[in-house]
């Protein structure tokens, strides 16, 4: 049995869907396929999921959205029409908002969660009825009668445990089974969204609930790439990559998944394989526990911007007991996290991500800092970029800081910051975001110049 | 004015000290002498402070130390002897020592405390005598009377704020002074000992206090050199370096002064010149606030062993805000002081001093680890080194990580840690102890191959 989950561009148009179906068809062991919102059709389209964040918001403001409703109506409208549907669906979807748009707004994060989700939900009828007119016995299957529990979060759900065992019965249905992605319900009940890559953590869930042979992640790119096809010109397709190869790259800004969506079906070892809807014979690129790395020590770089430095210096720092502890503690009364501490005798940075450091929270924090820790100095620096060169080889070869090092000195990028010694799969090197995408060439052609098309 | 300090092996012995007075005679600007107990005089030999440890320790335990009070006095005894100094002063330091062996013994770490003082204290009264039949106008001066106060923490004391006042006072002194290291006085008047380094610290404070003109520190090398002369051959002498190399190189493990040991000098910007007591001819190092250094971006290898990692990975732990407080608060229940924390996506690392770790303290700590923070993996891997490449330079030079890297691999050395962005001076490399020999000679090659005998 395979979890076959399609991503937003997949299913944005009835020809996308249409290939959705001749996909599904293709293989009798998909069984259970997940379905995001309607993506973009076109680079400047825009997303249903962003429609209805526009509907939610507006008629939050101002009680009614009479335009921004018909704009998602005429999203799924123009896919019905398309794939020959009758009008059945289309009162269904906007009876169905409708309903949502009654909903309690006192809590506004739940009133949105719902509408946001109806993207999905809508979208998963709207493919099963179709996939029903192809002569398929296909059904949606809702997140709430597959009792898929999350936690009571808006916005950043965590699957409950108890969740497996009641998605493990989905494997014993006769039906292919078509299912919403990116939303799950409290144990009380309440519709609750996941964080980013919604559809790939409920896809990820329901692979290991069913416990499949593999889950499949059809998206637009034939693989995952060595680089960023943005930065590098024609990276190299991986064909096979670890977990924790790419639970790195895309921690770094890879975009095919966003972290931590694939972590349930990792720590089940089920395999997971990305492949292109619009290619579908192209291998794509399998996700596996392991991997023969002594080719290939290295599997990719990834940049990702936007990054903060707090500084730090007081003279004897590395006597006190408990200062590193009490930075964090102000650090963290602030609700921020940190990606690193790199520390010296007398200093400490923490690297963090800079959105999270307004104004004030920056001034806070500094006055904080100040103040308790009795410092000599502090003060943060900006627009930095974390570039991350990952490989399950990196542990046990000698020289790959080495090789970058050198790569990074060629291309006249001065290294602010260097981490290697805990992940045993990447190296983190600090750069200024202007140095960024030269940095990435420069690694790539160091580590992958001479490559084929393909790595494994 | 100057203020002028002896080390151990600089007055271990008469003919040791006549090369002192030879030197303090030199200078007229030589106003403070400050003097260590007598040290080793060839390598298997015992210092007085050892004995003077041996001796209280004994006292302690068994009442009466007869043999280890004799092996004491005979120190002096043969100094003052070859000094062709009076009984006088032998006797001055035999009563000096019954009395101190009288001192309360309900805190023994006070008791240890006013012993091992003695060691410099008599030293210095004995040298002053010295001084005085070569018709200088030298006179012994106690912390007391000068009115170095410190906080009454034994063996560890620090200097507190108000001393600096009462020592500027020396300065209007017409005589030579020469005062013992190692020790002050608490507001209560109890002697409290220095950490590590005593007597350089107390030359780094009179030297402040005064305001010098130069903190000159005698001992037995002719100068810093840019690695260990033990692991390197015939490193490369160090002529002109900035306070904040040495403070790095000496942490590192660097012998010729104590890490901290100057901070009093440095606050004040106080040039601090090392010289060697049997070659005063020589130049020594000048140890400066700023150094040119585009010629030498590094001006020092250094490396220091027993260094034990505590891994740490859970999935999402990033994600987890507040879990390296909590870790750090652990590590801190236990008294333990750490030196870095590498961070990655889901692991992050503790290095600190393996000493600190016994069996009982480690288990515990990974017990409370996996007990409080749910981790899925917690182990503590040993014998680490920590290679520390030194230089003000290193921030502002492209390439220096990619040699000190390069140079690594070329000797087959694996890097399990590399800790560089905070310290803008040195760059960190976690590799296994019993590659550090080999790491810090293909170092050296890298970065002082074509040397000139010195460098600055």
Redesign the interface.
Known sequence: MKVTKFGGTSVASAEQIRKVATIVADDVERKIVVVSAPGKRHSSDTKVTDLLIRLGETYLEKGYANEELEAVLRRYEEIAKGLELGQEIIDQIANDLHTRLTFNQSNPGAFMDQLKASGEDNNAKLIAAYLQTKGMNAVYVSPKEAGLLVSDEPGNAQVLPEAYDHLKKLRERDEMIVFPGFFGFSPDGALVTFPRGGSDITGAILAAGVKAELYENFTDVDSVFAANPNVVESPAQIRRMTYREM??LS?AGFSVFH??AL?PAF?QKIPVCVKNTNNPSSPGTMILAEREYFLNPVIGIAADKGFA?I?VRK??M??E??F??RL??I??DE???????????????V?LRQEQLTDEIEHRILARIKEELCVDDVFVEKDFAMVMIVGEGMH?T??I??R???A??RA????????????EV??VL?IHEKDADAAVRELYEEFFGGAEETVQ
């Open positions: 639970r790195e921690y972290d931590e972590i720590r430095t500084y003279y004897l590395n006597r007991i408990g590193g502890r964090l503690q650090i963290e609700g921020l996290s940190y990606e690193h501490i790199p520390s010296g005798i007398d200093d400490a940075s690297i046990n000698v020289g800081s080495a970058a090092t050198a990074l000195a006249h990028v001065n290294i602010e910051m260097i981490n290697q010694g805990s992940s990447s190296l600090g």
